[in-house]
Each structure stands twice: as C-alpha cells, then as structure tokens.
C-alpha cells in the first residue's frame, strides 16, 4: 500500500522520557497515523546556527519522522516573519496587523523548498503527500517543478479570506494560485471554500460553476471542507473522570458560584480584550450576579517574540487589573486569569465544571475549545456555550447562544441570558450540540481527506470510487452536507 507523507511546520517526535503533550495536529492524526504506513516530515523546532543544521529520520510508534532544523535565519524569516507576521493575520481577516518585507517572504520560500528538496530525496512515485497549514502554500509547487507527479493534498487549518482581503497581501498572486499545484484542497468550513472560489474567478479568470473539481492543465483539482474535529467520547469519559479529581474539587470549593471558563491560546484572533470588556458590562448590568459568578480566563502565552502579542498582554493585564479593582471583594474574585498551560485532564474537568464555556474570537478556523467544552458537559446539567459567530465552530453548531464578538453588550447579554437558563432549554441545546460532534468524529477526518485524494476509499481495503460516485462532492457528515452550498469550476488553468 502506498505511504501517506504528512508534512507540517512542526513535528514532533514522541518522546516517552519527556512525556510530550500531543499537539493538536498529532491528536487529529490520531487514526491515519495508526491505519496507514506513514512519514512525517517538518521542522524538528531546534534552530541552528548556519552550517550546522541537521535532517534526521527517527522511527517511533509505527511512524517515520524525518526531522529538518532551520538556521536563525529561517526562523526569523519564514516562521517569525512570513507565516507569522503576514499570513497569520492576513488569513484572519487582520489586514492592519501584517508586517510585510520582501526579505521575509523570500526566506518563506526558501525553507518551502528546502522541505520540497528533503521530501524529494524519500519520496517514491506512488507515495500520498499531504500538506498541512499555512506555513506551507507553495510546497506542491516546489514539488512539481521538481518534476513530481504524486497525489498531493493540501489542508488549510486556518480561516480563508475572501479576495477583498487576500488580495490586500503583497504577492499574493505568487502564493494562492500556487495551491492549484495540489490534487485536493480542503478547507474547514463551505465558507472558506466560497472564499477560495471567490479567489479563483476574480484572480485567476476560472469561471464558478462544477461542483468542487477544477480542471488544471490535465489533471483535475478539488475543493471542499473537512471541519476537524474532536474524539468525542473519548473527551467526554476523560471530562466525567476529571471531575472527580482532586484538582477540580478544590477549584470547585474556591468559587462562590458559578463560574464561567475561556480557554485561548494568548492570541490577537481570540477576541480577549473585547471579552473582558463583555464581562465588564455584564457586571455593571447586572449588579445581583455579584459574588456570584467567577470568570476564569486560561490563556498561555504564545509568540510572545512579536510586537502585536507583547502589547496585548499588556492590554489585557491592564483590564483584568481593573475588572478585580472595580468590582473585587476580600471574598469575591470576578475575574481569574491566568497564563499557564493545562494538561488535558485538568481543562477536561474544568469545561465540565464550568456553567458557562465562553468562546467568542474574533475570527478562527475551527476552534477546538467549543467542542471540547460540549463534550466534557454533563448531559443531564450541562453548561452553555457562548459561542462567536466567526469561527468554523459555528457552522456546525448554531444551537450555541451564537454571538457578534465585536459588539460587547450583546456579549453581556448573553453571559447573562446563559447564566439564567433553564435547565429544559441548556440539555435540549447541549443535546443538539452533542450529536453534532458526533456526526463529525475526528476519528474519520483523516480517511475522509485521503479517500477523496486518492477517489479511493481509504477506510478499509482500497476498493475504488469511480470518478462518477465521488462527484457529488466531497464525503461529509450529513449534519454539514446539508448545509452545503459546494461552487464549481471548470476552464483549464494557465498557472503563475
Ligand atoms: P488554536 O489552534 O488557535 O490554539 P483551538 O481552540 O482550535 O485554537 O485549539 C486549541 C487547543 O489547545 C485545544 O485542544 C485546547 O484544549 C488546547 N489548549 C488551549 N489552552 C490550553 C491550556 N491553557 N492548556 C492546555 N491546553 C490548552
């Protein structure tokens, strides 16, 4: 059977002696990594000085990893500068925040074909690639002028802009039509889709209309969602365990009342700042909820090297500090915040204990903390999830109290609105959600990606899926497909 190559930015290797969390890519690769003869290929995280960079293969667990180091050069350009600094906010809608210089966009480019030249030393014709986020647009590319003609997929992690913005980002025209190199390009919701669609027609002259195939030169090139998901069950049995920990008792015992959780990386995206202005409303609304609710706001730090995350800590320190000034008492802490990362357990316990999950970014692809906040709930008194209305998150989930983060009273509201109710409308809401996640298993994520990669069905034996079958699209739950608008194109493509 042929080998599944999966390269990303970041890999890592487990390591039993350091006990290393599972990162969130590892956790959704769960099952591909197990069912199939797999290499993962990326950045190992260590940078060297120039000249003393390594590439390693090590074997761990059933998987090649091959492991390559970046110079300090690399890591400026490429990681720190160009995904960081541009894509990042760029594909989160966050025009004013994009740092672009020409040195850094070339250092992009560079390490993507250092990991084309690495993949291609390993590389058999018949081996599946499958390339992960937006560290790395242009590796198909890369790959193809290398005279490579395998199956190479690529999913985007992150959201997609429509044009209007993309086309605001310096030499865009070098990076997004370069994805028309893929075989299957998969975003996470039919709106990113949309976007990408959108992209095409006005940048690249394709017309809209087959659904999600593209013709390109001789091959053909799809287009679909893939939303990433959670391993529900296994999350909700984690939650019920957790809960009885010692750890969650004694925060149980500290809060007077309910309490109400965010859980974000310390990033611009999740909205943090406009959240804590949200809660500050909700206080001043609602002075009869005083000593009564305590908000908990876990935000390990992240990326703390560039400028726009050190100020908005800054920010957020400077409200937290006045939110517990304000409305604090010797007995009573609002607002509990707190930087330091938590294992899954422990998060697993707090969802459960929490009333409230308070989810409300400004914009993201996906978000995981949504869902793993409805699967840890009790089913018969389970919490409310606040949820913002610009993650891919809520097209699967519009039985959340689905707020606009941008506008801070409705925000009040709704911690409110979620606080006061009743028990009959928070288990018919949280049984909506629930069967949601199910439809959607991270366990089948992988296969789905990779069956509509190869048009072969990838879950068992590799029985095919004629041309005809697979082309109403794209395999997804059918909670989404309904929901799915699909577009279309056809016109062969002269590529950039
Ligand atoms: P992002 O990928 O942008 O960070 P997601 O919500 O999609 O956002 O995923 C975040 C993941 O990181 C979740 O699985 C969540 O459980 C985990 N996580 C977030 N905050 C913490 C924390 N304080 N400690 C440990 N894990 C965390």
């Known amino acids: 059977m042929a080998r599944v190559f999966i390269i990303s930015n970041r890999v890592a290797v487990p390591n039993p002696d350091r006990g290393v969390h ?149 030499n865009h025209e ?28 006005s940048e690249c002259g394709m017309p809209a209309h087959i659904p999600r195939r593209i013709g390109v030169d001789d091959r053909t090139m799809r287009v679909g969602a893939f939303p ?68 908990a706001q876990i935000t390990p730090k992240s990326r703390s090297a560039i400028h726009e995350y050190a100020q908005m800590e800054r920010e957020i320190d400077t409200a937290a500090g006045r939110i517990n000034g304000t409305y604090g008492d010797v007995s009573w802490t609002p607002l509990r915040y707190v930087n330091r990362p938590y294992t899954r357990t422990a998060l697993a316990g707090l969802y459960r204990l929490a009333r409230v999950g308070i989810v409300t970014p400004l ?26 209305r610009f993650v891919g998150a809520a097209a699967e989930f519009e039985d959340a109290l689905i707020v606009n983060p941008y506008d801070p009273e409705a925000v009040g509201a709704a911690i409110c609105r979620a606080l006061e109710m009743p028990l009959e409308e928070r288990v018919e809401r949280h049984r909506k959600l629930y069967e949601a996640l199910c439809d959607n298993d991270i366990r089948h994520w992988g296969d789905r990606f990779l069956t509509e990669l190869t048009g072969y069905d990838m879950t068992g034996s590799l029985r095919p899926n004629s041309p005809r079958e697979a082309s109403g699209g794209i395999s997804v739950p059918a909670r989404i497909r309904r929901r ?13």
């Not at 692809?365 to 409310?384: F, I, R």
């Not at 799915?484 to 950039?496: I, R």
């Open 174 to 201: 070098r990076l997004i039509p370069a994805l028309l190199h893929y075989d299957l390009v998969g975003f996470q919701t039919d709106g990113d889709s949309q976007n990408f669609a959108r992209y095409l027609a």
């Open 363 to 388: 914009r993201d692809g996906m978000n995981l903390v949504a869902k793993e906040y409805v699967a840890a709930q009790d089913s018969t008194d389970p919490g409310v999830l606040i949820l913002s």
């Open 228 to 295: 990433v998901g959670i391993e529900t069950r296994e999350f909700t049995r984690r939650a019920r365990r957790a809960v009885r920990s010692e750890f969650v008792r004694s925060v149980r015992a500290s809060v007077p009342g309910a309490l109400m959780l965010g859980v974000d990386r310390l990033d611009y995206t999740k909205g943090i700042t406009l959240r804590l202005d949200a809660f500050e409303r909700f206080l001043m609304a609602n002075p009869k909820w005083h000593g009564k609710v305590s908000f």
């Open 22 to 170: 599972a990162g969130g890519l590892e956790v959704a690769l769960k099952a591909t990594l197990r069912r199939h003869d797999c290499v993962w290929l990326g950045w190992s995280g260590e940078v060297k000085p120039e000249g003393e960079t390594q590439t390693r293969t090590v074997e761990a667990g059933g998987v090649t990893y091959i492991v390559t180091d970046l110079t300090e050069e690399d890591y400026e350009e490429y990681y720190n500068g160009f995904a960081n600094r541009v894509l990042w906010p760029i594909l989160h809608y966050r025009l004013d925040l994009a740092e672009f210089t020409r040195r850094d966009l070339t250092g992009y480019l560079r390490v993507n074909e250092h990991f084309a030249a690495e993949l291609d030393n390993v590389l058999e014709p018949d081996d599946l690639v499958w390339v992960h986020d937006y560290h790395l647009l242009p590796l198909a590319k890369a790959l193809r002028q290398r005279g490579r003609h395998n199956r190479i997929g690529f999913f985007l992690h992150i959201p997609m802009p429509p044009p209007e913005i993309l086309t605001a980002m310096p």
């Open 484 to 496: 799915s608008a699909g577009f279309s194109m056809t016109a062969s493509h002269h590529h950039s």
